[in-house]
């Protein structure tokens, strides 16, 4: 027995080694070096999975991802992405979670996130759908299939690549304070003209990626032959880094779109500040930030009477702990005090293991899920990784929507101010509280503050 289950794992190893697909199937795989070639320069609608080896979910969909690409042979192209090996191309379309399925359609560019069900037949209807509504545009004349000119020239803007010159270039790059990664080229060089095209695609990812916090800029050498010679640029194309107070550092890696974003988002990551903590006082904090963030973290604390100041800044602590730890997720992190925001709480089911709790949204798919281990780095660390990588459990947000925020005061920092109230009526007093903490908060009136109660 103990033999036939190492053959088992070894099986499994071998096959998670290998990749999901195979060229028996009609999956087409695909790597930064076909991926151009195979999907951005071609005319055809193609469905891409984005998939890990590890992950559970990608296994699953295998067999249904196989079915699929068997049934639009000749009508839809199929590929598949081991994005864990060739991560340049899963952050080049943002992938954050496996699996991921993008429609590449007559915007190769911009490629739309496929959100239907994960049954073959499910994914054969959708990518059908998207095939009529093609056709229909192409009969049109609203698109015309790929444009190969610009495909092959990038898919990105020149006018995302700022021209550096020896009178702009201390001001826009040394003096910025932000990330440059800067091409000093010569126009009759070969490689420089080969790079452009992949150049100016980065740069469009990387501002939209980054906020437009790290910067692609271009250097003629053999115009600005001062600031070519400053920086030992002896051979072309040179791609120099700059950061904040540090001596300028050659690029090492690759020269694919895929390479130099990889690379810009690192330095971005790398030399981003913590992500701020924000407390949600009011319905634009929690909007702004969920919209903003593929994910929103949150955090709801104990009141400021059952921790105290002291009590409370170490649960924040932690909470900036972590979203240092995962700044490179660019997540957006939030809190509320336990009772303030009751219609959140609902919304999340948040109550059920106590405070503090945390809890993680999708505000795109309206999904969430709730922190059940401690409230601490570890507990939350373990929440979040399994989050990123797609293991973490999940559902709806309750109403399938936001729910109603109310306004709140910012805590000052202090500890909180008991205050006792008696009361006249018995029904207030009602023995029917489930709690110490519920028997502590009424709630008066649909707009009003939170009284606290201390018998």
Request: glycine share 12%.
């Amino acid at each position: 027995m103990r033999g036939l289950l190492l053959g088992v794992l070894g099986c499994s190893l071998v096959l998670m080694a290998q990749g999901f697909y195979s060229a028996a199937d009609d999956v087409v795989e695909l790597n930064p070096s076909n991926f151009n070639r195979e999907v951005l320069q071609s005319d055809s609608l193609w469905l891409i999975e984005f998939y890990a080896p590890w992950c559970g979910h990608c296994q699953s969909l295998t067999a249904d991802w196989k079915k699929t690409a068997t049934a639009l042979k000749g009508i839809v192209k199929v590929g598949a992405v081991d994005a864990d090996q060739h991560k340049s191309l899963g952050g080049q379309y943002g992938v954050k979670g496996f699996p991921s399925i993008k429609i590449f359609g007559a915007n190769k560019n911009k490629p739309d996130d496929y959100q239907g069900g994960r049954s073959s037949q499910a994914i054969v209807d959708g990518a059908l759908n998207t095939l009529r509504t093609l056709v229909k545009d192409r009969m049109s004349g609203r698109s015309g299939g790929s444009d190969n000119s610009r495909q092959s020239g990038g898919g990105g803007s020149k006018k995302n690549v700022v021209e550096l010159t020896d009178d702009n270039f201390d001001r826009l790059v040394l003096d910025s304070g932000e990330v440059w990664l800067v091409e000093f080229f010569a126009p009759w060089c070969g490689h420089c003209k080969s790079l452009e095209p992949e150049w100016a695609a980065a740069a469009s990812a990387v501002k939209e990626q980054t906020k437009d916090k790290v910067h692609l800029g271009a250097v003629d050498a053999t115009v600005h032959q001062g600031l070519a010679s400053r920086y030992g640029v002896r051979g072309f194309p040179t791609i120099k880094i700059f950061k904040k107070g540090e001596e300028p550092e050659d690029y090492q890696g690759g020269r694919t779109r895929g390479d130099i974003i990889a690379r810009a988002l690192d330095l971005f990551s790398d030399n981003a500040a913590p992500p701020e903590l924000l407390e949600i006082l009011n319905a634009d904090v929690l909007k702004k930030t969920c919209d903003d963030y593929q994910l929103c973290v949150i955090a709801v604390l104990p009141h400021i009477l059952d921790t105290g100041a002291a009590g409370r800044n170490s649960y924040l602590e932690v909470m900036m702990k972590m979203a240092e730890k995962y700044k490179k997720k660019m997540w957006g992190w939030l809190w509320t005090e336990a009772g303030a925001q009751m219609e959140l709480e609902a919304a999340l089911g948040i109550g059920g293991f106590g405070y503090p709790a945390m809890t993680a949204i999708n505000a795109r798919k309206m999904k969430f899920a709730l922190l059940k281990g401690s409230f601490s780095e570890t507990g939350i660390h373990e929440f979040l990784r399994d989050l990123s990588v797609g293991r973490g459990s999940t559902a709806t947000v309750g109403g399938g929507a936001l729910p109603k925020i109310n306004s709140v005061d910012a805590w000052d920092g202090k500890d909180g101010e008991a205050s006792t109230h008696l009361l006249a009526s018995s029904s207030l007093r009602t023995p029917s509280c489930r709690s110490p903490a519920e028997g502590r908060r009424m709630y008066l009136g649909q707009n009003s503050f939170i009284k606290l109660i201390r018998y």
